[in-house]
């Protein structure tokens, strides 16, 4: 049996400089070539998430970063509430993060 697993490490929503959010462009070409992928080799499994989510743990950056990985499960082809795992942080049945406290 063939798992297929997505690996993702401090995406840091929330990062600026100045006014512009630094790496959108590096998580927008990952959303592409992570489509590309799965269209070629089949849905993944998994996503996991290790690292960073948030830069400076604001709400607005965890719902960003929500957004981004429910779209990350739609081009990989995984259910966004059955696929997602990282330490410290889960996702409800309503897709918003939650953070695990203590």
Not at 24 to 34: G, I, P
Not at 45 to 64: C, F, H, M, P, Q
């Amino acid at each position: 049996m063939t798992y297929r697993f997505i690996h993702i490490s401090d995406v840091h929503f929330g990062q600026k400089s100045g006014t512009v959010a630094k790496h959108d462009h590096v998580r927008s070409a990952l959303l592409k070539d992570v489509g590309d992928f799965a269209k070629k080799h089949g849905s993944a499994d998994r996503i996991l998430v290790t690292g960073d989510i948030a830069y400076s743990g604001k709400t607005d950056e965890y719902e960003n970063a929500t957004e981004w990985l429910e779209q990350l499960a739609s081009v990989c082809g995984c259910d966004v509430r059955e696929s997602v795992r990282y330490p410290e942080i889960m996702i409800a049945t309503d897709t918003r993060l939650l953070i695990k406290r203590g």
